[in-house]
């Protein structure tokens, strides 16, 4: 893989409108019971404007920017050689059903461990009004020819 | 943040545990996280495309365990807007039995506090088959 990736930031996803049937659908996928993730009257008692997605629903959204790195024509990532090291959100305020998201990546880390590689990109997520809403940050280990 | 009572800080002790939850995830949990978070490896449900690439079975998603190790932590602050920072290192895979599907199970500890900031560091042990699954699983959360 290309170590001149490290420090590149990518052009920001088009904007992602989150629906409150795709959070709902995420929330059972994750098991979340929670009734401020189902119903809109528990999350507007909370002070939300529409129902709240789960902490984890913001891999749809940064899904879109790790396909703009493993397609970067120079970066040399084979897909079917990475395995996910780790996962990390960061958030200013939870994901809600009406928000319209837009994310951009930057390749923050590139090492070399023992013939694999790990790179650490990060997808800082904004709202419509160009506030941050969460920052969320993969490893990706890309094993090695052996 | 939340007009929704929360647990209180003061209340709170290193080493506590705040949240124990079991979950059964099948094949179908699998296919049904696929769709939602548009993760379509074929690994995560098919038993030849598993094979091929040398596992030892179906797999399910790293951020489905994760996704699901948070949930009873959601419910114990009431309000998911509580939660500030959660991280994982996906250490060993679950592997996803066709018939019998996978346990697992979650236990999260109080592993530090900070009263001045109002926040807390919330500790997840998440076991599947015996072994830890996730390492270094740590959610931050706020408790004004």
């Keep these: 893989m290309n170590p001149e990736l490290q420090g590149r930031v990518f052009a920001p996803t088009d904007p992602y409108l989150v629906g409150r049937e795709k959070v709902r659908e995420f929330a059972r996928a994750v098991f979340a019971?929670?009734?401020?993730?189902?119903?809109?009257?528990?999350?507007?008692?909370?002070g939300y404007r529409d129902i709240v997605a789960p902490p984890t629903f913001a891999v749809v959204v940064q899904e879109s920017t790790l396909a703009q790195l493993l397609a970067e024509p120079d970066a040399g990532i084979d897909f079917s050689r990475v395995v996910h090291g780790e996962q990390r959100f960061s958030y200013t305020r939870p994901i809600v059903a009406g928000d319209e998201l837009t994310a951009t990546l930057s390749v923050t880390s590139i090492k070399t461990l023992g013939g694999n590689a790990m790179v650490?990109?990060?997808?800082?997520?904004?709202?419509?009004?160009?506030?941050?809403?969460?920052?969320?940050?993969s490893t990706l280990v890309v094993r090695g020819d052996a | 943040m939340s007009a929704l009572a929360a647990p209180r800080l003061d209340t709170l002790e290193i080493g506590q545990i705040?949240?124990?939850?079991?979950?059964?995830?099948?094949?179908?949990s699998?296919?049904?996280y696929a769709g939602a978070s548009?993760?379509?490896?074929?690994?995560?449900?098919?038993?030849?495309?598993?094979e091929a690439v040398?596992?030892?079975?179906?797999?399910?998603?790293?951020?489905?365990?994760?996704?699901?190790?948070?949930q009873s932590v959601v419910d114990w602050l009431v309000d998911p807007g509580r939660i500030l920072d959660y991280g994982v290192r996906f250490t060993r895979p679950v592997v996803v039995d066709p018939l019998e599907g996978a346990?697992?199970?979650v236990v999260a500890k109080v592993g530090a506090l900070?009263?001045?900031?109002g926040e807390a560091r919330i500790d997840l042990t998440v076991t599947a088959h015996g072994g830890t699954v996730l390492g270094k699983a740590q959610v931050r959360v706020s408790l004004r």
């Design chain 2, 18 to 28: 705040v949240a124990d939850a079991d979950y059964r995830i099948s094949r179908d």
């Design chain 2, 38 to 50: 548009g993760d379509f490896n074929a690994i995560h449900y098919r038993d030849d495309v598993a």
């Design chain 2, 103 to 105: 346990g697992i199970a």
């Design chain 2, 114 to 117: 900070d009263r001045e900031a």
């Design chain 1, 120 to 137: 650490t990109a990060e997808s800082s997520i904004v709202d419509e009004t160009g506030s941050h809403v969460v920052t969320a940050s």
């Design chain 1, 33 to 46: 019971t929670n009734p401020i993730n189902h119903d809109p009257a528990a999350a507007a008692a909370a």
């Design chain 2, 30 to 32: 699998l296919v049904r």
């Design chain 2, 54 to 70: 040398g596992l030892p079975g179906v797999l399910a998603h790293g951020m489905l365990t994760m996704g699901i190790a948070v």
